[in-house]
């Protein structure tokens, strides 16, 4: 019974992208520690660049350079 | 001084339902916990179905069957 | 698949009122949203009261007053 | 490598304030425990006022008074 | 700079196993998304099995059956 | 009404310096947001260093260097 939260910019990830890590997560967890991927839940959380700040700069200020 | 987060998928949830998430949540920490309303915050976050995976699908992948 | 993280502060919670808890939160998500009991996972966190801080105090100056 | 999520409501929190809120977060922790702010992530999270709850209302209802 | 939360049962998950979850989760994010390793932040949370409840019951109960 | 969540590893972080994070972080955002501060939720999670990851390690790893 795991949950995964992944925190990401949102930078138009795709619904491929997504699912691949999805799929990727549920099946590490079923590797490492034989967890049920039935219930293993995984939900993707998008953050606006403006929100997200490391070294006293949001991440639009940085990739702005 | 309760903090609950609920998450769910993102499918139209009425103002009304909120509220009784949001009642029964409330009420649920005073009964059980005799805690003060005033200091219970509940916090519902609405997940895009693309974002939720549960066994190696996204939620829009099992509700289309 | 609702996903409900409840914090409360590490005041010697006991099994039944866990259990109560739990219960309360998946009939209340089953009632209001018709949430299938056996994909709504709750976990409780007990957060220590030197860790919790409420209008510039933490939980444990608080409860001594 | 601290790691701060901050959530608030959704009232057009500007840009500038953000940024302050990002700035203030990193300084404290550089100064109270000498965290390295490159290794320090703020994420804020604006959430709606229907989706906030405090004393059996929703945000939305204490602010209409 | 994703950061992401793991929730796992506390079952005695090992310092090896912990390692393959973060270097696993790590590395799905550098090939799905090109995430630099050096900002990816992996939290585990190890939960007590009496706090986390599925189908109204605690995992300390599913487990004895 | 804010909720604040500060992660930061497990290092004998002392009562003085919680509440210091505490104070800051509300002053943070009663001076940027003007929040109430009897309002303001700050909670801190001590995190193992075996359970925290970056860059493909784990900070446990990361500190013997």
């Given at each position: 019974?795991?949950?995964?939260?992944?925190?990401?910019?949102?930078?138009?990830?795709?619904?491929?992208?997504?699912?691949?890590?999805?799929?990727?997560?549920?099946?590490?967890?079923?590797?490492?520690?034989?967890?049920?991927?039935?219930?293993?839940?995984?939900?993707?959380?998008?953050?606006?660049t403006?929100?997200?700040?490391?070294?006293?700069?949001?991440?639009?200020?940085?990739?702005?350079?």
């Amino acid at each position: 019974m795991p949950y995964v939260n992944i925190k990401i910019t949102d930078d138009g990830v795709t619904q491929a992208e997504k699912k691949a890590l999805i799929q990727g997560t549920t099946k590490l967890l079923q590797e490492v520690l034989n967890k049920d991927p039935q219930s293993t839940f995984v939900v993707i959380d998008e953050v606006d660049t403006d929100n997200w700040g490391i070294g006293y700069e949001t991440v639009t200020e940085i990739r702005k350079g």
